[in-house]
């Protein structure tokens, strides 16, 4: 029985990171590529922290090209692509960390995310993949290498039992290592929670932790074991985290965890509703902003109609009148003008039922941060569109963002759903401070819904005055309605507020603010929901609600009928 410990360690990754390639072009010179992926495993959705080397000893300029691929089945039927092309000048080494967008899996998939890489240029040509072993309906996790060693086994063995599967083996936590940490929060995008001890905190790099507790600030809930008193304060921990939360735990000195408990710890402990729970089912069936857009009835008559007249003119009336007995050689120039031209009407009849572009509208939730020097938005958006006749793909989504295809309820319209035959090409490219995106985000008449969350720089906030009951916003748009509750339980609201003019705030009955703030929160999916339930119960703290505040653009020929937005976070002094 002692050998079977040996052979589950042997089968977990040695490495917190997987390099996926390494191309010795030349052994003598020590020239090659190097293609790292920073976790040990791609996440379901989200991005993939990928660091790229390359070594140029030799005397001439050398490029690159790298291709990424993640996707689901043998066939591809969900994917997502990126590219990357790099020049390393003569006797250089140039080293690159990017951000490698990953397709989501879906919960009816029945397949679990591949991702491939490959490298073609002057340094050699290769390719590897990687796949994802953790199942798309458990939380997505990362764990530190210090408490991944010695507990992955058991958590893996616990998870499959507690899952009531019984095939297969089940990962309950993707590795890292603290030192490697890249800062950039679309890095931990595509994960619930990140558990590591107190001394691996430490060891994280400012811009790194800083990114963390981005991510966090979005919903995100940050797990940190200690083998001594270690506090929030202590280990530079905000007491509020704005949609996201953290836990400090005690451990023993051999770093061992209790296996259920972990578990519970970042499901049913996390007040945040699991990512991939919400993108699988909080968009079908009532989602409440597809039912505010509402249904698009197909008109069937007129075609119908339409569809009658061509069988009259192309059978009898071309068959005995236009190309009656002794004139049928007519029938080869009359049969395709008639087809022609109720083809040419088919056409019309769309293009003045559906127009060209599309329309929709979006509801977004925005919690601004101005304290501690972050002067950041932390949003998420939902969108529901419909489209008529697209003639471009292509689109930029600027600020650079999680942005996911969710599947809707299944109807004539709807082109991404749970279904098992659901396919797409969702592509993004990075470039820059924007990403680049094409393949079937949108096509032509279909319903769509997406969502979105991005961390954006702002100065926007609501500041107090002299007066206790006088405030002013910052924000450059107008707000329609204010609820602020201060540090004593109170209840306040103001009206029609408009940017840099001092407003005064008005004592309400609780009654008079949560059902409204209530009204707003149900608008959303049930994950946003939890996120504005729990931000309006903060003392200090305001709820705003606006329908001019800007929202992040994604394809320009759809136009937004409406966009909702409900502002959260605290009251500071100017």
Same mark, same amino acid.
């Given at each position: 029985?002692?050998?079977?410990?040996?052979?589950?360690?042997?089968?977990?990754?040695?490495?917190?990171?997987?390099?996926?390639?390494?191309?010795?072009?030349?052994?003598?010179?020590?020239?090659?590529?190097?293609?790292?992926?920073?976790?040990?495993?791609?996440?379901?959705?989200?991005?993939?922290?990928?660091?790229?080397?390359?070594?140029?000893?030799?005397?001439?300029?050398?490029?690159?090209?790298?291709?990424?691929?993640?996707?689901?089945?043998?066939?591809?039927?969900?994917?997502?692509?990126?590219?990357?092309?790099?020049?390393?000048?003569?006797?250089?080494?140039?080293?690159?960390?990017?951000?490698?967008?990953?397709?989501?899996?879906?919960?009816?998939?029945?397949?679990?995310?591949?991702?491939?890489?490959?490298?073609?240029?002057?340094?050699?040509?290769?390719?590897?993949?990687?796949?994802?072993?953790?199942?798309?309906?458990?939380?997505?996790?990362?764990?530190?290498?210090?408490?991944?060693?010695?507990?992955?086994?058991?958590?893996?063995?616990?998870?499959?039992?507690?899952?009531?599967?019984?095939?297969?083996?089940?990962?309950?936590?993707?590795?890292?290592?603290?030192?490697?940490?890249?800062?950039?929060?679309?890095?931990?995008?595509?994960?619930?929670?990140?558990?590591?001890?107190?001394?691996?905190?430490?060891?994280?790099?400012?811009?790194?932790?800083?990114?963390?507790?981005?991510?966090?600030?979005?919903?995100?809930?940050?797990?940190?074991?200690?083998?001594? =008193?270690?506090?929030?304060?202590?280990?530079?921990?905000?007491?509020?985290?704005?949609?996201?939360?953290?836990?400090?735990?005690?451990?023993?000195?051999?770093?061992?965890?209790?296996?259920?408990?972990?578990?519970?710890?970042?499901?049913?402990?996390?007040?945040?509703?699991?990512?991939?729970?919400?993108?699988?089912?909080?968009?079908?069936? =009532?989602?409440?902003?597809?039912?505010?857009?509402?249904?698009?009835?197909?008109?069937?008559?007129?075609?119908?109609?339409?569809?009658?007249?061509?069988?009259?003119?192309?059978?009898?009336?071309?068959?005995?009148?236009?190309?009656?007995?002794?004139?049928?050689?007519?029938?080869?120039?009359?049969?395709?003008?008639?087809?022609?031209?109720? =083809?040419?009407?088919?056409?019309?009849?769309?293009?003045?039922?559906?127009?060209?572009?599309?329309?929709?509208?979006?509801?977004?939730?925005?919690?601004?941060?101005?304290?501690?020097?972050?002067?950041?938005?932390?949003?998420?958006?939902?969108?529901? =569109?419909?489209?008529?006749?697209?003639?471009?793909?292509?689109?930029?989504?600027?600020?650079?963002?999680?942005?996911?295809?969710?599947?809707?309820?299944?109807?004539?319209?709807?082109?991404?759903?749970?279904?098992?035959?659901?396919?797409?090409?969702?592509?993004?490219?990075?470039?820059?401070?924007?990403?680049?995106?094409?393949?079937?985000?949108?096509?032509?008449?279909?319903?769509?819904?997406?969502?979105?969350?991005?961390?954006?720089?702002?100065?926007?906030?609501?500041?107090?005055?002299?007066?206790?009951?006088?405030?002013?916003?910052?924000?450059?748009?107008?707000?329609?309605?204010?609820?602020?509750?201060?540090?004593?339980?109170?209840?306040?609201?103001?009206?029609?507020?408009?940017?840099?003019?001092?407003?005064?705030?008005?004592?309400?009955?609780?009654?008079?603010?949560?059902?409204?703030?209530?009204?707003?929160?149900?608008?959303?999916?049930?994950?946003?929901?939890?996120?504005?339930?729990?931000?309006?119960?903060?003392?200090?703290?305001?709820?705003?609600?606006?329908?001019?505040?800007?929202?992040?653009?994604?394809?320009?020929?759809?136009?937004?009928?409406?966009?909702?937005?409900?502002?959260?976070?605290?009251?500071?002094?100017?």
């Amino acid at each position: 029985m002692r050998i079977l410990p040996i052979l589950l360690a042997l089968l977990l990754p040695v490495s917190a990171q997987e390099t996926m390639i390494r191309e010795v072009f030349d052994p003598k010179t020590d020239t090659h590529v190097e293609v790292v992926a920073l976790f040990s495993e791609p996440s379901n959705g989200g991005f993939l922290p990928v660091r790229v080397k390359v070594a140029n000893n030799l005397q001439s300029d050398r490029s690159i090209a790298l291709s990424f691929n993640s996707h689901v089945g043998y066939d591809r039927r969900i994917q997502t692509k990126s590219d990357l092309s790099i020049t390393a000048p003569a006797g250089k080494t140039v080293t690159r960390d990017i951000m490698v967008p990953l397709c989501h899996v879906l919960k009816s998939g029945g397949h679990q995310a591949s991702f491939t890489a490959t490298l073609r240029g002057s340094l050699g040509d290769a390719e590897n993949t990687i796949r994802a072993s953790s199942a798309s309906s458990s939380a997505g996790v990362l764990m530190s290498d210090a408490l991944f060693t010695p507990n992955a086994s058991a958590l893996n063995a616990a998870l499959t039992k507690s899952s009531g599967r019984s095939y297969g083996n089940q990962t309950f936590a993707v590795k890292f290592t603290p030192g490697m940490l890249p800062d950039d929060w679309l890095a931990y995008s595509g994960y619930d929670s990140i558990i590591l001890t107190d001394t691996d905190w430490s060891d994280v790099p400012a811009g790194a932790r800083n990114a963390i507790l981005s991510w966090a600030t979005l919903g995100g809930q940050i797990v940190i074991f200690s083998t001594s =008193s270690a506090t929030a304060a202590s280990l530079g921990l905000p007491e509020d985290l704005g949609f996201g939360s953290s836990l400090i735990r005690p451990i023993s000195t051999d770093l061992k965890l209790k296996p259920t408990e972990t578990i519970t710890l970042v499901s049913s402990e996390n007040p945040a509703r699991l990512r991939g729970d919400s993108l699988n089912a909080d968009y079908q069936g =009532s989602w409440p902003l597809q039912g505010t857009f509402g249904a698009k009835n197909f008109r069937y008559g007129i075609f119908i109609a339409v569809l009658i007249a061509f069988g009259i003119l192309v059978g009898p009336v071309n068959l005995f009148v236009l190309a009656k007995s002794g004139r049928r050689h007519r029938l080869f120039i009359t049969t395709p003008l008639i087809s022609l031209a109720a =083809s040419l009407i088919l056409i019309a009849l769309i293009i003045f039922q559906d127009g060209f572009g599309g329309e929709g509208i979006r509801r977004v939730l925005m919690e601004v941060r101005p304290d501690s020097d972050r002067n950041a938005a932390f949003l998420h958006q939902e969108q529901f =569109s419909r489209t008529g006749i697209l003639s471009n793909s292509r689109f930029d989504v600027d600020p650079p963002c999680l942005f996911t295809p969710v599947p809707i309820t299944k109807s004539r319209w709807a082109r991404f759903t749970n279904d098992y035959n659901t396919r797409g090409t969702f592509n993004l490219q990075p470039s820059g401070a924007r990403l680049l995106a094409s393949g079937d985000w949108w096509q032509s008449r279909s319903e769509y819904g997406h969502a979105l969350s991005a961390v954006v720089p702002t100065r926007g906030r609501i500041e107090t005055t002299s007066s206790p009951t006088t405030f002013v916003s910052t924000f450059d748009f107008p707000i329609g309605t204010l609820f602020y509750l201060d540090p004593s339980g109170q209840w306040h609201r103001a009206d029609s507020i408009a940017t840099g003019k001092p407003f005064t705030l008005s004592p309400v009955d609780r009654t008079m603010a949560t059902p409204a703030i209530s009204a707003e929160a149900m608008a959303f999916t049930a994950r946003n929901r939890t996120f504005l339930e729990r931000a309006s119960k903060r003392p200090g703290h305001f709820v705003a609600i606006t329908r001019h505040a800007p929202a992040i653009d994604t394809h320009r020929a759809i136009r937004w009928k409406q966009t909702q937005t409900v502002i959260t976070g605290p009251v500071v002094s100017p």
